[in-house]
Structure formats: C-alpha cells, structure tokens
C-alpha cells in the first residue's frame, strides 16, 4: 500500500527553524520528482518546493526562496524541507507529494497526510 509519511512539524518562534521529513513506503519514488505544498485555514493549497528524480533541479514559490531548501535521499525514499527564518505567514499544513516536476497540484499523483507548522510572533 503506497503511503506518505511526513514528521517534524511543530510550533516555533519567527526566526526559527524546523525540518520536514516525508519517508514513502509501498513503492519505489526514485524516478518520479517530488514535491512540498502548504494550506492555511480558508485559503488553497499553495506550492511550496519541488525536486525532480535525481535532486539535481529544484524550484521554490517566491514566498520560501531563499529561505527553505528541498532536498531528497532516494536510497531512503525520503524528501525534506529544511525550512529556516520562519515567518508567522509560514504558518500552514504541510503536505508532501509525488509527481511531476511541476508546480500544479494536479501534478501530483500521492499525498502525505500533512503536518501541522505554527510560527508565533
């Protein structure tokens, strides 16, 4: 059974850090690029970070470049997202995804469940 499993949410301060981990299972993912996605309360899902199949492409939304890197060990099947100089603005679920190299969420064939981040003032 294909499933995503994402971990290292939590509550920090503006200016802090925290990393995100998503760790598939069920399937091999070494060839497909995958991808970071967040969604505030009342708002859609907005595109964050993707990384194509060797890691060797990435591409950020505005909103993140510069401060959050996507990275990938597909020995483990993993993805993350180092996110760094957090911002109240940050604050969201997170949701990783399999898929295209692309920034649509259609995309993207998989979903992790999502993991709660808050970024305080």
């Known amino acids: 059974q294909v499933q995503l499993v994402e971990s290292g949410g939590g509550l920090v301060q503006a200016g802090g850090s925290l990393r995100l981990s998503c760790a598939a299972s069920?399937?091999?993912?070494?060839?497909?690029?995958m991808g970071w996605f967040r969604q505030a309360p009342g708002k859609e899902r907005e595109f964050v970070a993707t990384i194509n199949w060797s890691g060797g492409s990435r591409y950020y939304a505005d909103s993140v470049k510069g401060r959050f890197t996507i990275s990938r060990d597909n020995a483990k099947n993993t993805v993350y997202l180092q996110m760094n100089s957090l911002k109240p603005e940050d604050t969201a679920v997170y949701y990783c995804?399999?898929?295209?190299?692309?920034?649509?969420?259609?995309?993207?064939?998989?979903w992790g469940q999502g993991t709660q981040v808050t970024v305080s003032s």
């Open positions: 995804a399999v898929g295209q190299y692309r920034i649509a969420v259609a995309a993207y064939d998989y």
């Open positions: 069920g399937r091999t993912f070494s060839r497909y690029a």
